[in-house]
């Protein structure tokens, strides 16, 4: 990827297997990640959305399977999210994605009522 | 023809009977005179009309001559026109009126339009449509907003968001230049609006949650060439310190950018230039604020971390630093400095004196002697606990110890006011020259404050605290205050159940108006406070309105609305654009969304 030198060449998100699915180890390991990489600063604690959207709401702009969300980390998306495949080892953002896909996603019914 | 002519006929004597008509206006045309020199003693140059920068004039005033709207009439205010920017983000700033043409930028991705006022629906005579890279998005802190433009010399000259400023002939919409002034790879953007001075366009970086190392820069007006980069903190080679031109009223020593930080901490300490910058052509002095330092927790840069939240005074021709002062030293509650610096001279202790108002996050209202630096008064204008005072033999405040914060103080409760202040800085005040007060948006809220240890990763956020806001004293979350900054009192206030975010602006006619994160414009009496008129306008208002007199003779009031900025971050559901994007109300402000979506547009009122 990094030799490469173009984000969008990489493996297809859909061939992407993520090797720690379901690991709660790997998820505890990725919450502290989402911290210490900055990740909340824009996604907001406990990834509920700040400057940028939401992670825990289950609804995904590119996609939500472990694949797709390995490539957003991985290689960014245009409206600014950035590309973190040269800063983060790939076994470093399956731990992210392990984290983001252990949140509950909440029994929302898409109508909000006062 | 030949009716007119007809009653011409029909008025016999008309020299006599103008003459008896004089004769009985006598009185009235004396206490006219009279009411004139008092305004123009107040406002020695006749109002043109026309609203070019964005605080209507050098002094940051946002004070207009113009008196025909007045208590008496404005309940007949009405909506003469409105367009949609197709823009869903933050509108904050204003539009410009300069030769019978509206100018507005939107916020990302900064269009900007220029409609023909002298024609029936104000049509567009031009648009420009800049090609702003959309990675700005993510390195914007708070929304994807822009302040406004300036007019000068022919050319619209305003900063796209992605670190570029640009100058647009005003006439036809022609791009003349577009140069990079921020480096968006380091987490700078810019959506201030810059100033023009002669023939510098001064600009200034966000960043302040990004770890930048933050500036003003000077470009030259016709060419868009850089001519000098002044930072907010460093040696005092970088800061454009030198001795003898220096001359701050109570800090000593050279290199104060530096020796101010442990751990070479002002490398990455934020210092960001995004609010309102003035000027006093006198003194030839550029005046602005300075944001917070990075990251928020504190204990990572030991030290006063000068010269952020602070105001600097600077030659605008080389940007020399000539004094400055620093409201919050050692920040630990993320007190940007970056509000206006209203220039106004107010007689104090039985003298006129040059100052600066200053109405600041931390909750302070500060008037300062604008020649030299020196706080004359300095008052809370809101409920404020981190500090008891400002002593002023130091110029410091005098700190409550408990409600210091850092990654070793744990959570730390109830602090106010929030980092949202005491008042923006978003929210430019205005200051009347005939009432000789200050009209200004309030924010009621505290906070607790949890900060953590961050590491700078370039380009991400370097924040490092969390900071859960409540509803301050009293359960309301803004007011609209009147403030006498000679006295440091507070003359008025109107309650608002939301924090008030919008600019304002005062008329010669004693009329102010602000608005309300509800989409509420309003008009209230500036000698009394009484409320006058109101009207939902669609979307909550962020930005400032104005006034001017159209083609027609007559007096305008012209408003965004377009609620966003810290609101599209804070209040959780106010975005309705992407189906991605769930999120639960802010538990301090559960139900603004019942009240208000996004949605951008400019609206005209008249008479």
Known sequence: ?114 | MQRTRRRGRTCTSPGKRVRLLVMRLLPALAALLALLQAAAAAQAVPDDGRWTMPGKDYASTRYSGLDQLTPLNVQRLKPVWNFSTGVLRGHEGQPLVVDNTMYVVTPYPNVLYAFDLTQPDYPLKWKYRPNVDPSALGMACCDAINRGAFYADGKIVYNLLDGHTVAVDAASGREIWNVKSAELSEGETTPMAPIVVRDRVIVGPSGGEFGIYGWAKGFDLATGRLVWTARNAGSDSATLTRPGVFKPFYDKGANLGLTTWANDAWKTGGAPVWGWLSYDAGLDLVYYGVGNPGPYNPEQRPGDNKWTNSVLARRPGDGALVWAYQFTPHDNWDYDSNAEMILADLTIGGGVRKVLVHFDKNGFAYTIDRTNGEVLVAEPFVSLNWAKRVDLTTGRPVLDSSKFTGDSKGNVKYICPSLEGGKSPVSAAAYSPRTRLFYVSTVNLCMDYHAEVKTRIRGTPFIGASTPYVAGPGGHMGAFIAWDAARGRKLWEIKEKYPVWSGVVVTAGDVAFYGTLDGWLKAVNARTGQPLWKFKVGSGIVGAPITYRGPDGRQYVAVYAGIGGDWSLLSGDLNADDPADMRDPADFIKDLARYTSQGGMVWIFAL
């Open chain 1, 1 to 114: 990827m990094a030799q490469q030198g173009v984000a969008t060449l990489g493996p297809r998100s859909d061939t992407l297997r993520n090797p720690d699915a379901g690991d709660q180890k790997s998820a505890a390991e990725g919450e502290k990640l989402f911290g210490s990489m900055n990740c909340d600063g824009c996604h907001g604690g406990g990834a509920t959305g700040f400057a940028a959207p939401s992670l825990s709401d289950g609804r995904w702009r590119y996609g939500g399977t472990d694949g797709a969300i390995f490539q957003s980390i991985r290689d960014g998306r245009p409206k600014g999210m950035p590309a973190f495949g040269e800063l983060l080892s790939p076994e470093i953002i399956w731990k992210l994605v392990t984290y983001l896909r252990s949140l509950p996603v909440p029994k929302t019914v898409p109508t909000q009522s006062w």
